[in-house]
């Protein structure tokens, strides 16, 4: 792969090993590899950056009437910085973009990983002589066919405390794990493992990436062993050839946990991974809409909106003369109470205003809310008026919410103090909530 692209995406371990829980196919077009797959393993499709020499517009233009015959947007994933910059003069207007840190690959320079030197990195010293310290007889082996058997232990273990890995993207994890092992030579991968005694404690691997770049692709622990995970860091990273002067760590998926423990090393630099869609018809009237009614939100807010979590069948619309001029937006939260929907992005066209279609799309959404056998719906008023407003049409209380996405999105006002939501009530709860907690369904 060309040195300037850093995205664990286009290892071809990863490509591999993950194929069929992405269902991945791959093709040459005009000189350019293009890799196609489904989303997060569900139903939409995606391409990663065509990755050649020659027309990239030219190659585009394919994949948007393939999309579109298929009767999707185009949605092109991972790309670079570059890449993003060429669609936009190359294709004005047409696609839309988010830029999820999420997806970040953090890179590392090997020789900071395998010396652990200075200040910032005396946590990581101390943690080893600690490791050390209580298991002075461990010793560090490269990961071969003789410990795979091991390795996959050690990974079901991991999963046994973790509810066995009822997670379908854990089960994928496993799945591509195996397949690792069972074409390790030929996928061109290298490992390493950490024992104490005749126990396997932890394990890595990877690939790789361009001519100066390692990716890894796994590290498990057992989390039993103090600093195990900070040993075989080190240690892999200690015996890797000196070409590799970066690691490519792949991605913290929004997990607080991971994504303190990746700064924790302080990444050289993160590989941003731009997403881009084609737009629909109903995208660009909620655009336009979003545009007009709140002009505090930049076109980066709204276009990570639509790509993240707009859907057609949760907006709402009221059309004159075949143009929407007002909308709203119904999302799905999991709480204490049960499924609420959540109303937002209420907006009506300034020369639209005062003749009730906010009020009128108010009234659909309690109707749908009701027959889908909601708890509740529920809404942040931007202001006093607004509050007033919906009081008027039976919405109560003053509820602290706090949202989580799994993606950092922020639904709320964006001001803490002030993100306190009123309530429609389909199925009153014997007592009042003192806060709302809401996890969005997908």
Not at 230 to 253: P, S
Request: with cysteine; proline share 3%; glycine share 8%.
């Amino acid at each position: 792969m060309r040195r300037g692209l850093y995205n664990c995406d286009l290892s071809f371990a990863n490509i591999y090993c993950w194929r069929k829980f992405y269902q991945t196919a791959w093709c040459e077009v005009e000189g350019f590899l293009v890799i196609r797959f489904r989303i997060d393993g569900g139903s939409a499709t995606g391409y990663m950056q065509p990755i050649g020499e020659g027309d990239f517009a030219s190659v585009i233009r394919c994949l948007m009437n393939e999309a579109d015959t298929a009767g999707e947007p185009l949605r092109l994933i991972g790309l670079t910085n570059e890449a993003k910059a060429q669609l936009e003069q190359e294709f004005p207007d047409q696609f839309i973009f988010d830029d999820n840190r999420a997806t970040h690959d953090y890179l590392y320079r090997r020789e900071d990983l395998s010396r652990l030197q200075g200040k910032n990195y005396q946590p990581k010293r101390n943690h080893i002589n600690r490791f050390i310290g209580n298991y002075p007889t461990y010793r560090y082996e490269p990961l071969t066919r003789a410990n795979m058997a091991e390795c996959i232990h050690l990974e079901l273990e991991w999963c046994r405390h973790r509810n066995g890995c009822i997670e379908e993207g854990l089960n994928a994890e496993r799945e591509a794990m195996q397949e690792a092992f069972a074409h390790f030579e030929v996928l061109g991968l290298q490992g390493g493992c950490i024992y104490v005694g005749d126990q396997l404690v932890a394990f890595t691997y990877g690939s790789a990436l361009n001519d100066h770049t390692f990716d890894i692709h796994v590290e498990k622990a057992d989390t039993r062993y103090d600093g195990a995970f900070t040993i075989i860091n080190r240690r892999f990273a200690e015996q890797l050839d000196e070409r590799f002067t970066l690691l490519n760590r792949e991605e913290d998926l929004g997990i607080e946990g991971l994504r303190k423990a990746k700064l924790s090393y302080y990444p050289a630099f993160l590989q941003a991974k731009h997403r881009a869609e084609t737009t629909t018809p109903h995208q660009r009237a909620c655009q336009r809409l979003w545009r007009a009614c709140f002009p505090q939100d930049d076109d980066a807010f709204i276009e990570q909106f639509l790509i993240r979590h707009y859907r057609e069948e949760r907006m709402l619309t009221l059309e004159v003369e075949g143009e929407v001029v007002a909308m709203l937006h119904l999302i799905p939260f999991a709480t204490a109470w049960g499924t609420m929907r959540y109303i937002y992005g209420v907006a009506t066209d300034p020369a639209h205003r005062g003749r009730g279609y906010a009020t009128e799309l108010l009234h659909r959404a309690i109707d749908l809310s009701r027959t889908a056998g909601d708890a509740a719906l529920f809404l942040i008023p931007a202001t006093q008026s607004l509050r007033d407003l919906y009081a008027r049409e039976g919405f109560t209380g003053d509820l602290p919410v706090h949202f989580t996405t799994g993606d950092d999105f922020d639904f709320g006002t964006g001001v803490a103090e002030r993100d306190r939501a009123m309530c429609y009530w389909l199925d009153a709860p014997q007592s009042l909530p003192e806060h709302l907690h809401a996890d969005l369904i997908r």
